[in-house]
């Protein structure tokens, strides 16, 4: 609005309407309003596209058009200034139409005089200043949340990228540690057998007293304590079972390998039978079992270790609980608590790769429990029907 003057525009076919509301607002001490006027549809709507006005006043009937559509059209046009709907008689339908369209208020012809015409004005210019605000105010949120759509796909985007190298180091790594076994097991391996069949016939030597001879013995018996250890150390790099047999077989050989080094007892109810999972499924499950099973060993004080391994609606469900300790939550105190922490999260992140999930359930003196849920996607795994 101008700072002394309220510029007014009239728009009704009826000169008889203009001179009435000149009428009204002379009556003001101070000339705060300029009134002017367009006889028809196509001036007033001139007049709002020139946007040279403070205030609209449309009449509800503008001979054969409807100054609902002007309101209509103003508003689509970009007009943000405030317009009252002129109209010969006001109810709520009259109200919620003019609302519906962008009109700011509302007027009954003869029912309004100086007074009421200023306050409705001063009501409409409000009302229009709040909504440009809260246009302003929604288009300000608008751009924040485009703004955080574009973030969240950047970092969807990140992490799926992430995802996807993470599973490239891990198919590297176990790729790396296949060739490492049969490095250990075909040249390693083959170079102590040879050994030990040279020392073998050394320590047979027929001269009593001989010194090579007692000397082979004793090499030879560090070979095969080589070879032992040689094996055990390529069965942790990497189970030849779980490559030539599958994930039951790699299960079974680790829980009797452990069940040599330490007391435990262990129980296993494996149901794949001959059925071969996914690679990537049957390395990141093992992986898992293998931690879990160290993890009991290392922290829980138990005796017996159970592992079920099932496949039903092509979902792998891996269980192994253990009658130890238990965890708290306030976590038992250990040397390396960090330790623990990070197996389990280790185990999350490979069964992450793979769709996988990782529940823990655990009850301090009555031990724990670990949930692993492998979703299949591959067809040619089905599962059997196990009730």
Not at 34 to 62: C, M, P, T
Not at 76 to 97: M, R, W
Not at 195 to 210: D, E, H, M, R, V
Not at 297 to 303: G, I, K, L, N, P
Request: contains cysteine.
């Amino acid at each position: 609005m101008s700072a002394g003057k309220i510029k007014v525009l009239l728009v009704d076919d009826a000169e008889i309407e203009f001179r009435s509301l000149q009428r009204i607002l002379h009556k003001f001490s101070k000339p705060l309003y300029r009134l002017d006027w367009a006889s028809s549809y196509a001036e007033g709507l001139a007049a709002i596209r020139l946007n040279q006005h403070d205030v609209y006043l449309i009449d509800f009937k503008l001979g054969p058009d409807s100054g609902l559509d002007l309101i209509r059209c103003a508003r689509e046009q970009g007009l943000v200034k405030p317009i009252i709907l002129l109209t010969a008689y006001g109810n709520a339908a009259v109200d919620a139409a003019a609302t519906e369209i962008g009109a700011n208020d509302y007027l009954a012809k003869g029912e309004f005089d100086a007074v009421v015409l200023d306050r409705a004005v001063r009501y409409a210019t409000r009302q229009a200043r709040n909504m440009v605000e809260m246009e302003r105010r929604l288009a300000e949120t608008q751009a924040v949340i485009a703004k955080l759509q574009l973030e969240t796909e950047r970092r969807t985007l990140a992490e799926v990228e992430l995802s996807n190298v993470l599973g490239r180091m891990v198919s590297e790594q176990e790729a790396e540690r296949r060739r490492i076994t049969r490095e250990l097991h075909d040249n390693i391996g083959q170079s102590l057998t040879l050994l030990q069949l040279g020392l073998g016939s050394i320590k047979g030597c027929p001269t009593a007293g001989c010194g090579a001879a007692e000397n082979a013995a004793a090499m030879l018996n560090i070979t095969r304590h080589m070879s032992v250890e040689l094996h055990r150390l390529a069965w942790e790099i990497r189970p030849a079972a779980l490559d030539d047999l599958g994930l039951e077989s790699a299960i079974s050989q680790l829980a009797a390998e452990w069940g040599k080094h330490c007391e435990l007892t262990f129980s296993l109810h494996l149901a794949l039978g001959a059925r071969r999972l996914p690679s990537d499924v049957e390395s990141a499950i093992y992986r898992v079992v293998q931690e879990a099973i160290t993890n009991v060993v290392r922290h829980s004080q138990a005796s017996q270790v159970g592992i079920i391994l099932k496949l039903r609606n092509n979902e792998v469900t891996c269980i192994i609980e253990d009658n130890g300790c238990g965890i708290g939550r306030d976590h038992v105190k250990e040397p390396d608590p960090t330790r623990k922490r990070l197996g389990l999260l280790g185990m999350r992140e490979r069964l992450a790769l793979i769709h996988g999930t990782l529940e823990l359930e655990f009850t301090r003196g009555r031990g724990a429990t670990v949930f692993v849920r492998v979703p299949l996607q591959d067809p040619s795994v089905t599962p059997k029907d196990d009730s």
